[in-house]
């Protein structure tokens, strides 16, 4: 501890009481950086379609495309058959001579760009599935892919010139649609649906060892590319990790299936007396307005109609307005249940559809997963406002469509199921319905940037998830879940600022990031009530329209007055991490001037000092000094106390005391405690420094000081901080807030890392754990039960 004169201290602590700041930049430590710089020219220019505070602006426009589908499942061949009507609506103020299609099932067709730009490598053990993606055998040289039979004027019937590019179709028009004015065209196609396991890519079937199969089935029309202010046509080619750019328009969709089929699809319903047997339709009206699940369709229903043959076909109708896409799933296996959650005032009918190998984790869960989740997203983004939300499992692990979603996680054969499996299933039905916000409402181009719906959805999935089960076992989210992953060199990272298509680990990048990136945003730096309304408002101004990532950021600043630049810089532009190192701490104290304290304190400092080793041993090995056998050998200094407090000490001491006002006196003998901080930027992310003091009492205290201490030295700053007690342990980031990827540069004193722990075994060895289904161990320990059919509320 060094001791401080009162006049060098005055100015740093006048106006702070128990915990305290200050900085003093110097010119030697300015270090010149740009990171908290404005984005300015880094975001495009604001203009009347995009202003400048993130919104939408008055000229803002976007197109419209309604569709009337008409398709069949071919059950016997596992094709489709299908034929639409295509109302395009021209709001943009350009005349468009032609117009962009989407074709996505080219995916799978030979000599797809996604197949043949696809890379990898072989290793010494290498599965089936994996050699064959390699080798393309499933589709890329299969019959796959769309076959466009026809497209035609809606009104005149005529043949339309096309030119089919790999993903893309332009259809060159007889004359340009204007500004304000619609043009409607029909598509007759057909093609194969790809088996998932073979091959398949958020669509396909699974085929089951009784004979029937589970369809979802997804990008199965041909769908319009969007026509923005931002890039004109998206018609970016579909390479499948890059998902798809959409309009809005509403839709009316015939589905024709074998009449023992139970189908769900994007839309409400329309004909549910001519497609529901009467014991379905009364259990189907029931859910609308039940808030318990409601089983529509039940396992022992869908087991005799697994061994049955179809007699006929049904055609289901659904209608959805204002979507930018559709969706179905299909199959005489499924099991349907459903139940009404409130929203606003507005009730939604909640659904899942599965076959029996889901159970009984889908009866139990999936439906009240919905539920959760549409409730849940309302409060943190916009109300829902679609009438149903459904959840189907099949073979598609995870994929999401306005109102309709297919996911993954399905128990063992015994109907047991481990941790991983149950909390696996159940984030990622979270997840998928999440989609319905984001990108389904807040309508991103997925093409060009995958984290604007990734990231954001993977965000609100880690508070739906918490508020599912508060010990929920969060994959994404928390800080300290990402610093192995930017842990990694910068070299082998992209930032989050990627296209969809070159993004390296998208898991990472394009979702746990921005993800954790958010956290970081409410919890540390905005604070979650302006995060929460910045956010919120975001959702709002976007709804039903088409963002940018620039519309986020500055909407996020905009609505919560916070500068966020820095943080846009560094998390989204580049791949530098978090790493603060606490280098030291200097301890200082005031100098009270006080002789009683001081020459106390400096006789025991003195004292400790003379305790030696030698002067302890000399104790007994000196008998008797020459000094100690003549007394005439002392003089004046063999008796002259240094330390004894004098009168003149005591006047001098008055005088200082008598020169002081009232305030100067009180912060003279107030004890505190002054510590400089020195803290490094190694990493080169600049974030809020978080330090905890633990006292030598042994109580603590947190100090918060925003990322702008770095604005003047991004490589290093000096804090001063005052305590009343005596700190005897210092720790950076002690809740692990803002993914520092080294902890054991944070404490100061240094502690020591973790041992590196063994363990020991007698004969055979030690084994840890006990397998990865607790459930089926349990199970197989206690007496046989009767077999129990999956499902909820049994009718």
């Not at 394009?510 to 979650?528: D, F, Q, S, W």
């Not at 007394?631 to 001491?653: I, Q, S």
């Not at 007496?783 to 499902?791: E, S, T, V």
Request: with cysteine.
């Amino acid at each position: 501890m060094r001791k401080l004169h009162f006049i060098i201290i005055l100015a740093l602590v006048t106006g702070f009481t128990n915990l305290s700041f200050a900085q003093r930049p110097t010119t030697t430590d300015y270090h010149a950086n740009n990171r908290f710089e404005q984005l300015g020219t880094g975001l495009p220019t604001p203009n009347t379609y995009r202003t400048a505070s993130g919104a939408p602006g008055k000229d803002y426009w976007q197109q419209r495309a309604d569709y009337d589908i008409k398709v069949e499942l071919d059950e016997p061949n596992n094709k489709i058959i299908g034929s639409e009507t295509i109302t395009y609506f021209n709001q943009s103020p350009d005349a468009l001579p032609y117009l962009w299609i989407q074709l996505d099932q080219n995916l799978f067709a030979k000599n797809s760009p996604g197949p043949i730009s696809r890379t990898g490598d072989l290793g010494n053990q290498t599965s089936m599935a994996s050699l064959a993606t390699i080798s393309d055998m499933h589709y890329s040289n299969a019959d796959y892919g769309y076959n466009i039979l026809s497209v035609k004027d809606a009104k005149t019937g005529k043949a339309l010139p096309y030119t089919i590019n790999q993903t893309m179709m332009r259809i060159d028009l007889p004359q340009a649609i204007l500004s304000k004015q619609s043009y409607s065209f029909s598509i007759d196609w057909n093609y194969r649906i790809v088996e998932f396991s073979k091959g398949g890519r958020r669509t396909g079937f699974e085929a089951f060892k009784d004979g029937n199969n589970v369809y979802e089935i997804a990008q199965f029309y041909p769908r319009l590319c969007v026509y923005d202010d931002v890039t004109g046509w998206q018609n970016k080619q579909y390479y499948s990790q890059g998902e798809f750019a959409l309009t809005f328009g509403n839709f009316k969709m015939a589905i024709t299936v074998p009449n023992d089929h139970v189908l769900g699809a994007t839309g409400e319903l329309q004909n549910p007396a001519q497609v529901l047997t009467p014991s379905q339709l009364k259990n189907f009206e029931k859910a609308k307005t039940s808030d318990k699940v409601v089983v529509i369709e039940s396992q022992q229903d869908r087991e005799k109609a697994e061994k049955g043959k179809p007699t006929g076909k049904k055609t289901w109708i659904f209608k959805a307005d204002n979507v930018r896409d559709v969706a179905f799933a299909t199959s005489r296996k499924y099991i349907w249940d459903g139940k009404m959650q409130e929203v606003a005032g507005k009730k939604v009918l909640c659904m899942s559809f599965y076959p029996k190998e889901g159970n009984p984790l889908w009866g139990k869960y999936s439906t009240e997963v919905v539920a959760h989740t549409i409730k849940t997203y309302s409060k943190f983004s916009v109300d829902y406002p679609y009438p149903v939300a459904i959840s189907c499992h099949g073979p598609v692990g995870g994929m999401e469509y306005p109102m309709i979603c297919f996911n993954g996680g399905r128990p063992e054969a015994d109907g047991t199921y481990s941790e991983a499996t149950k909390y696996g299933m159940i984030g990622v039905i979270i997840h998928e319905v999440g989609h319905n916000f984001f990108p389904m409402i807040v309508n991103n181009d997925e093409r060009q940037w995958m984290w604007m719906d990734e990231g954001l959805n993977t965000f609100v999935q880690y508070l739906t998830e918490k508020e599912w089960d508060r010990d929920y076992p969060t994959r994404r989210g928390e800080p300290q879940a990402i610093v192995d992953y930017m842990k990694q060199d910068p070299k082998n990272l992209v930032p989050i600022m990627t296209m969809s298509d070159n993004l390296i680990n998208a898991g990472a990048s394009a979702y746990a990031k921005p993800a954790t990136a958010l956290n970081i945003l409410r919890e540390t730096v905005m604070g979650r009530e302006l995060f929460d309304y910045a956010f919120k408002e975001y959702s709002r101004r976007w709804a039903f329209k088409s963002p940018t990532p620039a519309d986020f950021f500055r909407t996020m600043e905009d609505a919560s007055g916070v500068d966020l630049d820095w943080f846009w810089k560094g998390w989204f532009y580049t791949t530098e991490p978090v790493d603060q190192d606490l280098v030291e701490v200097e301890w200082f104290a005031v100098d009270t001037q006080n002789p009683e304290l001081n020459k106390a304190e400096a006789k025991k400092q003195a004292d400790e000092k003379r305790n030696t080793v030698a002067r302890q041993r000399d104790k007994d090995y000196i008998k008797e000094s020459v000094v100690e056998k003549n007394p005439d050998m002392k003089d004046f200094y063999n008796t002259y106390d240094p330390y004894k407090v004098t009168d003149a000490d005591k006047k001098k001491y008055e005088a200082y005391l008598a020169s002081l006002s009232p305030d100067e006196r009180k912060l003279v003998e107030s004890g505190l405690n002054f510590y400089t901080l020195k803290v490094k930027n190694k990493g080169g992310l600049p974030m809020p420094v978080i330090v905890k003091m633990q006292f030598e009492d042994g109580t603590d205290s947190v100090a918060r000081f925003p990322a702008e201490i770095w604005r003047l030295n991004d490589q290093q700053v000096s804090k001063v901080v005052t305590t009343k007690k005596k700190v005897v342990q210092w720790t950076l980031d002690p809740y692990r807030e803002i993914a520092d990827i080294d902890e054991e540069s944070n404490h100061f004193p240094r502690q020591p890392a973790q041992p590196t722990r063994f363990q020991l075994f007698k004969g055979g060895g030690f084994q840890r754990g006990g397998g990865s289904n607790p459930m089926r161990e349990a199970q197989q320990n206690q007496q046989p039960k009767p077999a129990q059919q999956g499902g909820a509320n049994k009718n």
